[in-house]
Structure formats: C-alpha cells, structure tokens
C-alpha cells in the first residue's frame, strides 16, 4: 500500500500556471504507476494524465494534452504535475493514484490507493 499528499493547489488566473506535487510512502513506490485525476462540482473524477513505473510512458487525457506534463523522482518518492496555459474549466479537485499494475493506466479501477486531493480554481 502506497499513501498519498498532494500539494501545490490553489487559486490562478487564466493563462496562469501551477505545479502540484504527490509525496508518496512507501518502500514499493517505484513499482507503480502514477496518475493524476480530476473532478470538478458535480461531475465524475476523470483521468489527466499517468506515467509508468520508469517514467518511459505517459499518457494525457485529450483536454489537457500540450499543457500539463506529469513527471516522477523515484528517488524522491514523488510525482508531479506541471500545469501552464490554465484555463476556468481546469478547474476541479486534483487527486494522485497509485497503480501497481506498473503500466501507464487511464482508468480509475486500475488505481487502489488515493491520496486526499489538492483544489485548483482558475478564475477568468
């Protein structure tokens, strides 16, 4: 079992940029796969962006691709998500997921262990 911390949420004007981070415990934390989720009020938690074991796959949900780019320290036991060219409708709570699977993973039952979730809001 991995816990999770995310970090680096808060309030941005459009265009702006944020740098969320994920601290992770656990000896086994370079075996899994990381993602990044969000869920904005009233709608379902969707996928953002993931990265492999390596760090050699990631993958982005569409909306976000060309703006946010996930990255991990192994050695650090951390994940992170830059995020540039923000827009109002990134805004959401943003949750990390560990997957032990490895593998670079879209889809939220392929994820066991959350952390509590950072708040982004992107005013126009």
């Known amino acids: 079992q991995v816990q999770l911390v995310e970090s680096g949420g808060g309030l941005v004007q459009a265009g702006g940029s944020l740098r969320l981070s994920c601290a992770a415990s656990g000896r086994t934390f370079s075996s899994y796969a990381m993602g990044w989720f969000r869920q904005a009020p009233g709608q379902e938690r969707e996928f953002t962006a993931t990265?492999?074991?390596?760090?050699?796959?990631?993958v982005y949900a569409d909306s976000v691709k060309g703006r946010f780019t996930i990255s991990r320290d192994n050695a650090k036991n951390t994940v992170s998500l830059q995020m540039n060219s923000l827009k109002p409708e990134d805004t959401a709570v943003y949750y990390c997921?560990?997957?032990?699977?490895?593998?670079?993973?879209?889809?939220?039952?392929?994820?066991?262990?959350w952390g509590q979730g950072t708040q982004v809001t992107v005013s126009s």
């Open positions: 997921a560990a997957s032990s699977l490895g593998y670079a993973a879209v889809t939220r039952s392929m994820y066991r262990d």
């Open positions: 990265i492999s074991w390596s760090g050699d796959t990631t």
